[in-house]
């Protein structure tokens, strides 16, 4: 029997923004084998540093682990978008100096949920809705720190779950920032394929 523990924010914390539907977990133990269990211990809000936090409470049997930190962290650092500049690469260097924070609190993170010595899956924060006015510039602002996770997934040999192409239809959100029930199911499904294959190399799930 299998306990799957999914940590991080409010991309599997969504019951408050879908509207009376299944949330993540609940569409999660839907899809698991009869008999396995998962545990929701993110929290609508939480940024990198705040899974410390959530770590401490990993029940006794858990079996494997599945993050989605970083979007919270993104928007903190938005406010640079709108920084006027006097080059593309003071531009760049403005993500630069952006990623490197990030850099450092993930890779704090990751160290953490290694070091439990369980399966790992970490996830890509995804895109916002085409449908939204800034959506070229948020997905290319991003992409810094999905690189970040990228590595941090490969060097430790955790899997990857790269939101960014599960949750492709304007329809997969509640909001710009939150999936929906629809999108929410999707991101089950591929937790649950993560599950069934863990101990085999690592894979990204999609």
């Known amino acids: ?17 879908v509207r009376g539907g299944p949330d993540v977990v609940t569409q999660l133990r839907g899809h698991l084998p009869l008999q396995w269990e998962a545990s929701l211990l993110a929290v609508d809000g939480a940024v990198t540093r705040g899974l410390k936090s959530q770590l401490a409470r990993l029940p006794r049997g858990a079996t494997h682990i599945v993050v989605s930190a970083g979007g919270n962290d993104a928007l903190g650092a938005s406010h640079i978008l709108s920084q006027p500049v006097r080059s593309v690469g003071e531009a760049v260097m403005l993500l630069a100096a ?20 369980l399966p790992v899956a970490l996830c890509t924060i995804y895109d916002t809705p085409e449908t939204e006015p800034d959506q070229r510039v948020i ?4 992409s810094v720190f999905n690189d970040i996770i990228a590595r941090a997934a490969f060097r430790r040999g955790f899997a990857l779950i790269d939101l960014r192409l599960i949750c492709d239809a304007p329809d997969d959100y509640a909001n710009p920032i939150e999936p929906s029930s629809k ?3 999707k991101i089950a499904q ?5 599950a069934a294959g863990a101990g085999a190399e690592a894979r990204v799930y999609i």
């Open 190 to 194: 591929a937790i649950a394929r993560f």
């Open 139 to 142: 997905r290319t602002a991003l």
């Open 98 to 117: 952006a990623q490197q924070r990030f850099a450092e609190e993930y890779e704090e993170m990751a160290d953490a949920v290694a070091a439990t010595g």
């Open 1 to 17: 029997m299998g306990h799957v523990i999914i940590l991080g924010d409010s991309i599997f914390d969504n019951g408050a923004y």
């Open 183 to 185: 999108g929410g199911d």
